[in-house]
């Protein structure tokens, strides 16, 4: 008879996404240029330091006036964005006046261009209109109000948003610095030609691409042989000048998969090494003082799933972002079986919130990941998803 013993080593999704937060890094601050800040995370809270806009400021191109009952107004003077003369206007009397120009402290209205008769020097108004058309100090943010909090995410938007308020330089929470560590003898670089038992090597563009994405600038790629002697030396040197390790290959339990021992040999302290999943069962993840290391599956599926789930969450703890794996929820076009005891963890496309399943799953198959867009996470105790039901998924970053 057959008993199914329980790897005591194994772990479940939770209580590894607890060891990653609770083993977060922190890299400190460093104060940058806005135009240099694309992708990183405010370390402390913004204000503005100034009203925006600063002055009452036109809506509209037209006619800056001083209003009374009639319909008329003698127009005397010509205001361009960016003029600052100050003009006074009588009751009865207006302006020339452009979108974004400063509008005199007698005016209280712009009437549009299009609401008026021009004639030599008066404007006859055609039609009342509602709004004054002025915008007042301060109506987009006012002077000390919060403009960004602690821990947003700089997107283009948000860098265009300081620099509209006078701010060159942003403190913001310094990037870790990767290297990426390659496993097996068996690859070859693509433009190579592929000698028998030979693959190609995807796995290193696939995690500096994914790294990329997630801001990370400083990205180095080694290439480790399945020797011992190779694994110590290069996670030794990697550990040396790197924040964060992230290593390919060589974590299950063949003859030749020595990075665990490279790291231990290293004296990395190691956190977990299986998790309770599919795929991707085989995952190391420990810290040296102020580095973490990673340690993922070969397969190229397993490696680009468990980078999304425990190392993007890993990267955006010590970016600063503390919302790290954010699940949404959908409703699924299939029933859906879990006949494993494991968590699942399944490439699908969600639009509309729909989410349809991909046809192949298997670890080694990229193909089906390129058009997914979400990691459906099925939880270990669930057995059977009826179609219409809702699930939780993970949106992919790539
Ligand atoms: P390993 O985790 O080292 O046992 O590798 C598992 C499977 O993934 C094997 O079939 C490897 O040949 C394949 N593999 C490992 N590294 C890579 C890589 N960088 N690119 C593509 N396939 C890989
Ligand atoms: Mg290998």
Redesign the pocket.
Known sequence: MFVTVKDKEMISVKEALALIQNNSISLGVEEVSVSEALDSYLSEAVFSPINLPPFRQSAMDGFAVRSHQGGFYTIKEEIQAGDSKDIKLEVGEGARIFTGAQVPDDADNVIMKEHVLEKEEQIFLQKKTEKNNIRIPGELIKKGALALPKGTLLNSAALAFLIGLGIAKVKINKKPSVAIL???N??ESAGESLTRGK??????I?LKMLLKKAGIEKIACYNVK?TEEDSVEVVKKAIENYDLLIA?????V?D??LMRNAFQTNGVCEKFYKINQRPGK?IYFGKKENTLVFG?????A??FINYQVYVLPAIQLALGNESILLLKKATLEEELLNPTNKSLFLRAEVRGGSVKISENQN??MLQSLVAANALVYIPETIKKIEKGEEVHYLEILQ
């Open positions: 390659i496993t097996g068996e690859l693959i190609y090597d995807s796995n290193s696939m399945d390919s290959g060589g974590i299950s063949g030749y998969d085989p993922l599956p070969g397969n190229p397993a490696c670890s080694a």
